[in-house]
């Protein structure tokens, strides 16, 4: 990787919707939410974008496929955790249930990252028997308070969108934390410490401002 890519963490939170609150069907799950983390190079640095959506509990996942379709960038690195058996399915499936024109639209731009080299930050720790992100990230001291399935199961059905937004965020933050600490040759090592300079700089500026979630 050199520093002309654009990175792109990504992680989604989906819940088994009870019958009492999906009355057409049996229980069933449902993506309710995306964390986006956005690193792009600049001449002089990095510009970053931490983004979270949830979903609304009207017009559920089309809301939240439009926004992440104008939110990823046409190019990058895609980071993220058990993507082919965590990532990748909620959201294809989040797509195949809603209108045609917003499914296929978000599709684009989700092929265009996959196909893109992307890295599985699982492989290191498992590959498809790695433990899920909130596990991991729990293991390794990582995450500031539980996000796991059932955490954020509430937050959603409670209609506490803050809570699951934190948490989304949170995720996002914790795969570039990851893939900034992965091993590598001598250049990228050098690279990725300088990122970590950077959007250690970054985050504490959020945080003095209190725009961080």
């Known amino acids: 990787m050199t520093k002309t890519n654009t990175l792109v963490a990504l992680t989604t939170a989906t819940i088994v919707l009870p019958?009492?609150?999906?009355?057409?069907?049996?229980?069933?799950?449902?993506?309710v939410g995306a964390g986006l983390f956005v690193l792009k190079p600049q001449e002089?640095?990095?510009?970053?974008?931490?983004?979270?959506?949830?979903?609304?509990?009207?017009?559920?996942?089309?809301?939240?496929?439009?926004?992440?379709?104008?939110?990823?960038?046409?190019t990058g690195t895609l980071i993220g955790w058990r993507i082919a058996e965590d990532l990748l399915p909620p959201l294809i499936g989040a797509a195949e249930s809603v209108e045609s024109d917003t499914g296929l639209s978000f599709l684009d731009s989700l092929y265009r990252l996959v196909t893109a080299p992307a890295e599985d930050l699982a492989l290191g720790a498992g590959g498809a028997a790695a433990p899920?992100?909130?596990?991991?990230?729990?293991?390794?001291?990582?995450?500031?308070?539980?996000?796991?399935?059932?955490?954020?199961?509430?937050?959603?059905?409670?209609?506490?969108?803050?809570?699951?937004?934190?948490?989304?965020?949170?995720?996002?933050?914790?795969?570039?934390?990851?893939?900034?600490?992965a091993e590598g040759d001598a250049a990228a090592f050098a690279e990725r410490a300088d990122l970590r300079i950077a959007l250690g700089r970054w985050l504490a500026e959020r945080r003095a401002e209190g725009t961080l979630v």
């Open 44 to 74: 002089s640095g990095w510009d970053f974008s931490l983004r979270a959506i949830a979903t609304d509990h009207t017009r559920g996942e089309a809301l939240l496929l439009e926004h992440l379709t104008g939110l990823l960038p046409e």
């Open 19 to 31: 019958t009492d609150r999906h009355p057409s069907g049996p229980d069933a799950t449902h993506m």
């Open 132 to 181: 899920s992100l909130a596990q991991h990230l729990q293991a390794r001291g990582l995450a500031e308070q539980p996000s796991g399935p059932k955490v954020l199961q509430e937050a959603w059905l409670d209609r506490r969108p803050a809570r699951l937004l934190a948490a989304l965020k949170e995720q996002a933050l914790a795969l570039t934390h990851l893939w900034s600490m």
